[in-house]
């Protein structure tokens, strides 16, 4: 019957607590303290065989119970220092030949903590502590002092409150007038309840309010240097902004964006995928499918199995526009609608021959960009095909990004190589931005040259432009 009661009593109050803090985050207004917290540790266990034989004289379970409440201090994000007291009791077995009534022990005594968090909010706790306690016996008190080592795993619920199952050995040290008698031992396992302590920062003085309106840091709890709103004192994230989006569990932190497309983990059905450009309209945070690869997803494109181009289509969303050349300028921007040609920023010239030619997945030249053998140096000849390049690139804001592919060996060089060939791209690169294209939207990748089969001929080195990324174009 005291077993049954010791574990309704433990029951009884890891779901209290948990109850007052859950009611406690949604009445509190005041903010918290990162450096303090209370931790309640209670748990049911058994003695250890070698106390059982020798003093209690029976190898049967000796169920024991324990309960410790501390206060602890942190200086630093996972260490924590602090005092707490602590109550143990040890239960006869009935049906036992040696009568022995329970045992009951009052500690109280302080320790140490690591209670780092390892994976979002799922931590552990270990803990030691020290401890003197006094123990009943008949009319007179016995000083005993023990100590005890905790090991728990920890899952912070809410900014207020952390839970998590934990396990502690316990060992009380036998006065020395009673030996040889064994030293007491024991373990516990049970639940870890961890509340933050409320705190309310002074307020600002008039010159820290200008400061922090200045940006400026200031050196106190009233400082808020990623301005969400939450004093740097109480921010478990200083220097990230919370804004719209924040973590429940962690104040003063945004939400958790594993596949980082900008929909927090706790809405996103597809945490591990990015919704890309053409998010999936029933399902926050996943992309919808595009068979096409157009950037317009299935469930809003009309024409699924066709690419739509580069330029949207008003009426019919994911379909070409008319474009009777197929150079993918569309014959109302085309202004020569019958002949293949590139893209440009003059609308007199756009669609037109040159030596640029647009591919769904490519920019290739006609004519080709020279080098100087074995240098990275651009040919003169070659500016007309940069000029053209630029132009084509500047004309179609669809695309985001390309990668200039160059060979690792071009015909006249003698040994070529990848250095070389990065070399090259970056010169290339460093011209096109000096024609006003972006340098975000550009990259550089080296291309080993394929060796041809026997019979045939060497493939002719090519330097192109590949389209790597695509957003669903505007709609004009």
């Given at each position: ?130 401890n003197a306690g006094l123990m ?286 990065e070399a090259r791209g970056r ?50």
């Amino acid at each position: 019957m005291k077993v049954q009661r010791l574990a309704a009593v433990l029951s009884g109050l890891c779901v209290a607590a948990a109850l007052v803090a859950q009611g406690g985050e949604a009445r509190a207004q005041a903010p918290f303290s990162r450096r303090f917290r209370f931790h309640l540790d209670a748990g049911a266990g058994t003695m250890f065989g070698a106390f059982q034989r020798q003093v209690l004289g029976y190898d049967r379970v000796n169920v024991a119970g324990s309960l410790r409440v501390s206060l602890e201090f942190s200086s630093f994000a996972a260490i924590q220092v602090g005092a707490g007291t602590g109550f143990f009791f040890a239960g006869n077995v009935p049906g036992t030949t040696t009568p022995y009534e329970p045992g009951r022990l009052t500690t109280v005594g302080g320790g140490v903590r690591f209670m780092p968090t390892i994976w979002r909010a799922l931590g552990f706790s270990l803990d030691a502590n020290a401890n003197a306690g006094l123990m009943p016996n008949g009319n007179n008190m016995l000083t005993r002092f023990a100590f005890d080592v905790g090991l728990g795993v920890t899952y912070e619920i809410t900014s207020f409150f952390t839970l998590g199952p934990t396990a502690r050995y316990w060992h009380v040290l036998q006065d020395p007038a009673s030996r040889p008698r064994p030293d007491a031992q024991f373990w516990t396992a049970g639940l870890e309840l961890v509340f933050r302590v409320p705190y309310t920062p002074p307020p600002r003085t008039e010159e820290e309010q200008r400061g922090i309106d200045r940006g400026a840091g200031v050196s106190n709890d009233n400082a808020d240097q990623d301005h969400d709103g939450v004093l740097d004192s109480l921010d478990v994230c200083p220097d990230q902004p919370a804004n719209g989006n924040a973590d429940r569990r962690r104040l003063g932190c945004p939400a958790f964006d594993t596949d980082s497309d900008g929909v927090p983990d706790n809405v996103d059905a597809c945490r591990d995928v990015p919704q890309g450009p053409s998010p999936h309209p029933a399902r926050p945070g996943c992309p919808d499918a595009d068979n096409d690869r157009d950037g317009v997803g299935n469930s809003r494109d009309r024409c699924v199995e066709d690419f739509q181009g580069f330029y949207a289509n008003r009426d019919e969303p994911g379909c070409a526009l008319p474009d009777r050349d197929r150079d993918l300028v569309p014959d109302s921007m085309d202004a020569c609608p019958n002949v293949a040609g590139s893209p440009n920023t003059n609308p007199d010239r756009a669609g037109c021959a040159g030596p640029v030619r647009l591919e769904r997945e490519a920019i290739r030249t006609t004519e080709p960009i020279q080098f100087e053998a074995d240098a990275a140096t651009l040919n003169a000849r070659s500016e007309r095909v940069i000029t053209a390049l630029a132009e084509a690139i500047a004309a179609v804001t669809a695309i985001r990004r390309v990668v200039i592919v160059v060979p690792e060996r071009l015909p006249g060089d003698r040994e070529g190589g990848e250095t070389l060939a990065e070399a090259r791209g970056r010169d290339i690169l460093r011209r096109l931005t000096q024609e006003g294209v972006d340098a975000s939207r550009l990259g550089v990748r080296p291309e080993p040259v394929a060796q041809p089969e026997r019979g045939r001929r060497a493939p002719t080195a090519q330097i192109f432009l590949s389209i790597t990324q695509v957003v669903s174009p505007p709609v004009r």
